[in-house]
């Protein structure tokens, strides 16, 4: 009786410490992506790592770090011409390859974790809010500096953010364009 009162104590201590932590961006990827695309075959983490070499192989990275990640964002929204002529990450985002269904589901689980974020997190719930304004979207540079003010080196680095840039740079791929 005591270990099982024991047992249920050190679990309940663990729940609340997880609890008081901030909110680790790439638990969305660990919870919605990587469970799904090991299941499939794919390594998400390995795929991230690999594309993101190869920008900086071709010199749309200056290297792996997060603020370069944001320079790369600032040369989207300051100006309107510029394009990354680079392969496209849709051409070996595992995302494409899964059935309508597991697709829905990832993206049903990608929602329920950023709303979970932000209930335990503010900075998170002030970034969406600030995603979602009016004013925001039609002003990218306040979306730059709101990216700026708001994430953590750590969140810069982490393999979510870089998987949804990477889905952002694929929007001013000219190979995408049609």
């Given at each position: 009786?005591?270990?099982k009162l024991l047992v249920t104590c050190l679990l309940a201590l663990s729940i609340m410490s997880c609890n008081d932590r901030p909110f680790q961006i790439d638990e969305v990827l660990l919870q919605c992506y990587e469970t799904t695309y090991k299941d499939k075959g794919y390594n998400i983490k390995i795929i991230i790592k690999d594309y993101?070499?190869?920008l900086v192989k071709e010199g749309v990275l200056n290297d792996d770090s997060g603020e370069s990640y944001l320079q790369v964002i600032q040369n989207i929204y300051s100006d309107s011409d510029f394009r990354i002529s680079a392969p496209t990450f849709q051409d070996i985002d595992?995302?494409?390859k899964l059935d309508n269904k597991t697709k829905m589901d990832v993206i049903e689980c990608?929602?329920?974790m950023i709303e979970l974020a932000k209930q335990t997190d503010s900075k998170w719930a002030k970034l969406s809010g600030n995603f979602q304004s009016q004013e925001t979207n039609k002003n990218p540079k306040q979306m730059?500096?709101?990216m700026v003010a708001s994430l953590s080196e750590n969140?810069?680095?982490s393999y979510y953010f870089k998987l949804k840039m990477f889905r952002l740079f694929d929007m001013v791929n000219p190979k995408l364009e049609n």
């Amino acid at each position: 009786m005591k270990i099982k009162l024991l047992v249920t104590c050190l679990l309940a201590l663990s729940i609340m410490s997880c609890n008081d932590r901030p909110f680790q961006i790439d638990e969305v990827l660990l919870q919605c992506y990587e469970t799904t695309y090991k299941d499939k075959g794919y390594n998400i983490k390995i795929i991230i790592k690999d594309y993101e070499s190869l920008l900086v192989k071709e010199g749309v990275l200056n290297d792996d770090s997060g603020e370069s990640y944001l320079q790369v964002i600032q040369n989207i929204y300051s100006d309107s011409d510029f394009r990354i002529s680079a392969p496209t990450f849709q051409d070996i985002d595992p995302f494409f390859k899964l059935d309508n269904k597991t697709k829905m589901d990832v993206i049903e689980c990608e929602r329920e974790m950023i709303e979970l974020a932000k209930q335990t997190d503010s900075k998170w719930a002030k970034l969406s809010g600030n995603f979602q304004s009016q004013e925001t979207n039609k002003n990218p540079k306040q979306m730059y500096e709101d990216m700026v003010a708001s994430l953590s080196e750590n969140d810069l680095n982490s393999y979510y953010f870089k998987l949804k840039m990477f889905r952002l740079f694929d929007m001013v791929n000219p190979k995408l364009e049609n």
